[in-house]
């Protein structure tokens, strides 16, 4: 996960809560690498290590070339039901915090 990106769910993270979503990153780093991040980056939302890429795999957002995720936001209901997905092909297409606050509030 860009570090740019991270930065960005941090600032965001109390609205992101204030519409009552609960935000959880993943990465394909090993789980010592994804819990400095946390540590070094001061983030208060989990960032949770997927290391043999199972669960990007069960998404369907393994890149086919670089072997890590594409970068990707899913926001599944409190049944767990995806009710909106964004997966790009590439690090510099990424959802706006706005798009991503619109999906949100479309939801209340």
Same mark, same amino acid.
């Given at each position: 996960?860009? #570090? =740019? =990106?991270?930065g960005?769910? =941090? %600032? +965001?993270? +109390?609205?992101?809560?204030?519409? +009552? /979503?609960?935000?959880? /990153?993943?990465?394909? @780093?090993? =789980? !010592?690498?994804?819990? *400095? &991040?946390?540590? !070094? #980056? +001061?983030?208060?939302?989990?960032?949770?290590?997927?290391?043999?890429?199972t669960?990007i795999?069960a998404? @369907?957002?393994l890149?086919?070339? !670089?072997?890590? %995720?594409?970068?990707?936001?899913?926001?599944?209901?409190?049944?767990?039901?995806?009710?909106? *997905?964004?997966?790009s092909?590439? /690090? /510099? @297409?990424?959802?706006?915090?706005? &798009?991503?606050? @619109? *999906?949100?509030?479309?939801? *209340?």
């Amino acid at each position: 996960m860009c #570090l =740019q =990106q991270l930065g960005e769910l =941090q %600032a +965001n993270y +109390n609205k992101i809560k204030s519409l +009552n /979503a609960e935000l959880i /990153a993943l990465s394909a @780093d090993p =789980q !010592e690498m994804a819990r *400095q &991040t946390v540590r !070094e #980056l +001061n983030l208060m939302f989990p960032v949770l290590s997927d290391s043999y890429r199972t669960r990007i795999r069960a998404y @369907d957002v393994l890149h086919p070339q !670089e072997g890590i %995720a594409r970068p990707s936001v899913f926001i599944v209901d409190k049944e767990g039901k995806i009710r909106w *997905q964004y997966i790009s092909m590439s /690090a /510099a @297409d990424r959802p706006s915090m706005m &798009t991503i606050f @619109d *999906q949100l509030e479309a939801l *209340q």
